[in-house]
Nanobody
Framework: QGLLVESGGGTVQAGGSLRLSCASS????????MGWFRQAPGKEREGVAV????????LYVGSVEGRFTISRDNAKNALYLQMNSLKPEDTATYYC???????????????????WGQGTQVTVSS
């Protein structure tokens, strides 16, 4: 089993909801940037949401703002992504990732993340 393990993916109709979970066995989990990324077939990996390591600052890509909520539980070494009002364009493989802050901040750039889960598939039907 990997250092990051995602779960909660599935198939839902447009307008539905899913909650993704990421269980971590990383050392110093609470000090890392944690994020959710996604990749659709034929497209580049995209940063979806990031939770800053300590201050509770969150960052979202514009297309999911207001619909997705990222949260983390440092006591459980867990990361979550609540996805509401899902759209067919949200269909992708979703990845949990851990990284280190760059210039003191966490960003949506996948290049800044060096530990990745295996991914969980989310399919939204119209």
């Amino acid at each position: 089993q990997g250092l990051l393990v995602e779960s909660g993916g599935g198939t839902v109709q447009a307008g539905g909801s899913l909650r993704l979970s990421c269980a971590s066995s990383l050392y110093n989990y609470s000090s890392r940037c944690m994020g959710w990324f996604r990749q659709a077939p034929g497209k580049e990996r995209e940063g979806v949401a990031v939770w800053s390591r300590g201050g509770g600052v969150t960052l979202y890509v514009g297309s999911v703002e207001g619909r997705f909520t990222i949260s983390r539980d440092n006591a459980k070494n867990a990361l979550y992504l609540q996805m509401n009002s899902l759209k067919p364009e949200d269909t992708a493989t979703y990845y949990c990732a851990a990284g280190l802050a760059v210039r003191g901040q966490c960003h949506l750039a996948s290049i800044e993340y060096n530990v990745w889960g295996q991914g969980t598939q989310v399919t939204v039907s119209s």
